[in-house]
């Protein structure tokens, strides 16, 4: 099991009261020590206001951050947990994610989903449709992706979202494409876009038992819709509560999401003590849960 970590960027109030140039810094200092230290990934929030009520605090843009650190960094790979399709048309989703490829040397990954927190939507001008609405347009917009990182031009009509000839070059260094992550607790309509779409399905704040039923019932459908289920991977994004504090308790929990045979986990010990010292604590309860964390040259999809 491969086992990434949130990179600070402020959404949950783990910079507030600093100085934003300091609070950057301490971001660009953890992720430098996250790769040192073996963690698989690095990985930001896709937010513009604070959680869980707006505040006049730090939050740093999620594809700003991302570029930034794959200049900082050289082999973990990168991604949101997850983009909000919503707030920016697909194509130019693709757009920024096939330069963030590039620029990383080939470690981005797409996660992405349709989005949820209706007060920076509404502050932001982007209106906040019905989840039904919600999940049609990003339905339109893996559309659109998945054409958009193909081979040649992109043309698609759908109700909520369109590319006509479009050109995205360069694509991107991974091959056959960089891979797409939808996220989303989902059963029926998130779980069938990554059945569709995605190359991993990711959870969010589930428990290591009701994963493993989730699982096989996304395996069945993967090979009643036609698809080789060992090509779907599954990962959770664990609980923040749940990892806060080190001890026997955080190295049962992750021993537990290996067991029943997470690809990846990503967690945020840092959330409330955004240190070298509480990254490297966690580093050490991951491997006496017995995960081995990753040394040496780049980690590949």
Same mark, same amino acid.
């Given at each position: ?112 989903? !349709?989005?949820?927190?209706? @007060? +920076? ?7 906040? &449709?019905? $989840?039904? #609405? =919600? *999940? ?57 876009? !990554?059945?569709?779409?995605? @190359? +991993? ?7 290591? &038992?009701? $994963?493993? #039923? =989730? *699982? ?63 990254? +490297? ?21």
């Amino acid at each position: 099991m491969q086992v990434g970590l949130m990179a600070p960027q402020g959404w949950k109030g783990e910079y507030d009261g600093w100085d934003p140039a300091e609070a950057w810094a301490r971001t660009v200092q953890l992720a430098t020590q996250a790769e040192e230290l073996g963690f698989e990934s690095l990985w930001v929030f896709d937010h513009f206001h604070t959680v869980p009520e707006p505040t006049d605090e730090i939050t740093f843009e999620s594809f700003s951050v991302l570029s930034a650190l794959a200049m900082a960094t050289r082999r973990v790979r990168l991604g949101h947990m997850v983009v909000c399709t919503g707030f920016r048309n697909p194509a130019h989703t693709a757009k920024l994610s096939s330069t963030i490829d590039v620029i990383s040397g080939g470690r981005f990954e797409l996660g992405i989903g !349709a989005g949820w927190k209706k @007060d +920076e939507w509404e502050a932001y001008g982007y209106g906040f &449709p019905p $989840i039904g #609405e =919600r *999940m049609d347009a990003f339905g339109d917009d893996l559309e659109v992706i998945t054409r958009m990182l193909a081979p040649g031009r992109a043309t698609y009509a759908g109700e909520h979202a369109h590319v006509r000839g479009a050109i995205n070059i360069p694509k991107g260094i991974q091959q056959p494409r960089i891979p797409i992550i939808v996220g989303g607790n989902g059963e029926r309509r998130t779980a069938g876009y !990554a059945i569709k779409f995605a @190359d +991993e399905l990711n959870y969010v704040f589930l428990d290591a &038992p009701e $994963i493993a #039923e =989730r *699982m096989v019932e996304v395996r069945r459908r993967c090979e009643d819709e036609g698809r080789d289920p060992s090509t779907l991977r599954f990962s959770l994004y664990v609980r923040d509560e749940d990892v806060r504090a080190p001890g026997q308790a955080r190295v049962d929990l992750i021993g537990s999401f290996a067991e029943i045979g997470l690809d990846r986990i990503v967690c945020f010990p840092t959330r409330w003590d955004p240190t070298t010292e509480t990254q +490297e604590a966690f580093a050490d309860d991951v491997r006496a849960a017995g995960v081995e964390l990753a040394r040496g040259e780049a980690v590949t999809a």
